[in-house]
């Protein structure tokens, strides 16, 4: 059957001895017997005046229909907005303020995430996936100094990397998919770090016993809290971080490589 939505389309009747083109001007329900046993379909490609050009990024998306790279835009805009919003609001953020954040709809937002803690889990994942890449790139060669640059990216944050740290402690009590999260983040970061005490005491040509699991440990839960301390007493400016800063890692080598001179 022929549907009223072809009229004014240009198309192709097929038979087994010829293909022919006709324009649908009009339809009839007496039409459908004369048609019946024929098959009929758009040409392959249409005239530009009829249907406009075609590209490549269009011609496999409905109308209406954002291209993949605008849809990856879109996620991008709304987990940014939903850490963000998270950072304000703690567990109580609101999807409609992701949205207008994101400048999105909530429908956009549900289509893709079913769930308001689901959203939470992979903006937190895509988050700290970005943290990592921050704080490991365009290292020196030297371990001792790309740990410290390392330990100097961690430490110099700004309050709200504070406050995200700290809901995000309380919500994972609540939420098991964010716990294994976060662990296998911590777990990640501490890796990074083992890897680099072990490349110093193999440059000292000495292996010691110590824990470097632990010593990564005390390093970055001490970035942490110092930073918080800063934090607290509401004192962040560059000068007062590089001044502590400074003196914790002089704490943490004399620990770790008591021979090196800081």
């Known amino acids: 059957e022929i549907m009223p939505s072809l009229v004014g389309s240009e198309m192709c009747i097929r038979d087994r001895h010829s293909t022919t083109r006709v324009k649908v001007h009009r339809i009839s329900r007496s039409a ?4 019946r046993g024929h098959r009929l379909q758009r040409p ?16 496999h998306r409905l109308p209406g229909h954002p291209t993949a790279e605008r849809s990856a835009e879109i996620d991008r805009d709304i987990l940014d907005a939903a850490i963000r919003e998270f950072a304000e609001h703690g567990s109580a953020f609101r ?9 999105a709809t909530k429908q956009a937002i549900y289509r893709r995430w079913p769930s308001k803690d689901e959203l939470l889990i992979q903006a937190v994942d895509r988050g700290l996936d970005d943290y990592m890449r921050m704080i490991t790139c365009d290292l020196p060669g030297d371990p001792l ?4 640059l390392m330990a100097w990216r961690m430490f110099d944050g700004d309050p709200l990397s504070i406050r995200i740290a700290g809901y995000l402690s309380v919500e994972s009590l609540r939420q098991p998919a964010l716990r294994h999260a976060l662990v296998r983040w911590r777990k990640s970061l501490g890796d990074l770090f083992c890897r ?3 490349e110093i005491e193999q440059r000292r040509g000495r292996a010691e016993p110590a824990d470097k699991a632990m ?8 970035l942490r809290g110092t930073f918080g301390q800063l934090c607290a007493i509401g004192d962040t400016t560059d000068e007062a971080k590089r001044r502590l800063f400074d003196r914790l890692w002089a704490t943490y080598v004399s620990m770790i490589d008591p021979p090196v001179a800081v």
């Open 32 to 35: 459908g017997p004369l048609l």
């Open 95 to 103: 999807m409609d303020a992701v949205a207008a954040r994101a400048g």
């Open 145 to 148: 100094q790309a740990l410290r």
């Open 44 to 59: 392959a490609s249409l005239p530009e005046h009829h249907h406009g050009p075609m590209s490549a990024s269009t011609s």
């Open 196 to 198: 680099r005490l072990l």
């Open 215 to 222: 010593q990564a440990d005390i390093l970055m839960d001490s």
